[in-house]
């Protein structure tokens, strides 16, 4: 089960932190305007919906000129498809290739197109998994909910953001480790039962049958799935090549890991998620549509700090001596 092989992939080199930056202090402000002040979690539960319908919301609220791309991220129902997709996934408990999950946060295989953005000949595809949050959001104590981590957070927010992160990583340890599937979370064991898995099945051969099990109406509606080889084909209902496939990716060493954000100028869903995928460098085309979730989490502290108002205390004269009167606030520049 690979217990001699390290579980722990190093980071990609070559991250931009500027370009970052310069990304999430531009948006700064256009989401402040956008949300009249609210916080991420404010605006999101004020607007967020799991009903299938339009997201009227999103024009009202001028989310538009956040999540930029209109032909990706667009309100209007496509079939059961919009912007709201990957949240009401997560809220209706539909998870079709769990690879983990806790109280709080669900891996998965995505639908569609399984590492559309790496270079073909890599065959590193079925590494590309999401994590998204999937506890009630309406609940009292459902904590912090964002949009995306490139705009302002809370301290809550960023926190638990970091939290998805370090999740992130943990499933990438257990596939690299083989792990059993016992030991991946009840959304994973579910699937597991209905496709006739033991809990002691290693993760490898769960995630092989999970794929290639995927029902005809979830394969062939949208947004579809398709998982191609290093040839392009597509090897999805072929239990067998998917497998191989998997141990061939998560036993190369000669990868990095990309745990990563879309900026809001890419990406399709209107809930923060990670994306989270075995690379063996930081394409161009990588670097624009991916942000280093670490890094963002390092640049949004910076920008805080930035923006934290500075606090001066002015004295005046009395009778004893120099007394503190009041406190003059100034912002960072």
């Known amino acids: 089960m690979g217990s001699s092989q390290s579980t722990t992939v190093a980071p990609v080199q070559g991250v931009d932190k500027e370009v970052i930056k310069k990304a999430m202090r531009d948006v700064f402000e256009t989401f402040n305007s956008c949300s009249?002040?609210?916080?991420?979690?404010?605006?999101f539960k004020k607007i967020m919906t799991t009903k299938q319908e339009d997201f009227i919301a999103f024009d009202q609220y001028r989310l538009?000129?956040?999540?930029?791309?209109?032909?990706?991220?667009?309100?209007?129902?496509?079939?059961?498809?919009?912007?709201?997709?990957?949240?009401?996934?997560?809220?209706?408990?539909?998870?079709?290739?769990?690879?983990?999950?806790?109280?709080k946060f669900t891996s998965m295989t995505p639908l569609g197109f399984?590492?559309?953005?790496?270079?073909?000949?890599?065959?590193?595809?079925?590494?590309?998994?999401?994590?998204?949050?999937?506890?009630?959001?309406?609940?009292?104590?459902?904590?912090?909910?964002?949009?995306?981590?490139?705009?302002?957070?809370?301290?809550?927010?960023?926190?638990?953001?970091?939290?998805?992160?370090?999740?992130?990583?943990?499933?990438?340890?257990?596939?690299?480790?083989?792990?059993?599937?016992?030991?991946?979370?009840?959304?994973?064991l579910e699937v597991a039962a209905r496709l006739g898995i033991g809990e002691d099945t290693p993760i490898r051969d769960y995630m092989a049958k999970a794929i290639a099990g995927l029902p005809l109406e979830?394969?062939?509606?949208?947004?579809?799935?398709?998982?191609?080889?290093?040839?392009?084909?597509?090897?999805?209902?072929?239990?067998?090549?998917?497998?191989?496939?998997?141990?061939?990716?998560?036993?190369?060493?000669?990868t990095f890991l990309l745990n990563a954000i879309q900026p809001t100028s890419k990406n399709s869903q209107v809930v923060s998620h990670l994306h989270t995928m075995l690379v063996r460098s930081l394409t161009d085309s990588l670097k624009e549509g991916y942000f280093d979730a670490r890094t963002v989490i390092e640049v949004r502290n910076e920008l805080f700090e930035e923006r934290r108002p500075l606090r001066h205390p002015v004295f005046e004269d009395d009778e004893e001596g120099l007394t503190r009167q009041s406190t003059v606030t100034a912002s960072r520049q």
């Not at 009249?36 to 605006?43: A, E, R």
């Not at 990706?72 to 769990?98: A, M, W």
């Open 114 to 188: 399984p590492g559309r953005d790496l270079p073909q000949e890599w065959g590193l595809n079925v590494s590309h998994f999401m994590t998204v949050k999937h506890m009630d959001f309406q609940g009292e104590d459902s904590g912090a909910w964002m949009f995306n981590a490139m705009l302002p957070t809370t301290n809550e927010e960023i926190k638990e953001f970091e939290e998805k992160v370090k999740f992130a990583e943990e499933v990438v340890a257990s596939l690299k480790a083989n792990s059993p599937i016992k030991e991946c979370g009840a959304k994973v």
């Open 36 to 43: 009249g002040g609210l916080s991420q979690t404010d605006l």
């Open 218 to 254: 979830v394969k062939t509606g949208r947004p579809g799935f398709t998982l191609p080889d290093a040839e392009g084909n597509d090897i999805s209902s072929d239990v067998d090549a998917v497998k191989s496939m998997i141990y061939e990716v998560f036993n190369d060493s000669n």
């Open 64 to 103: 538009g000129e956040v999540f930029t791309d209109r032909e990706k991220c667009f309100p209007e129902l496509k079939g059961s498809y919009s912007n709201t997709f990957l949240f009401r996934d997560s809220q209706t408990g539909v998870v079709h290739i769990p690879l983990r999950s806790s109280e």
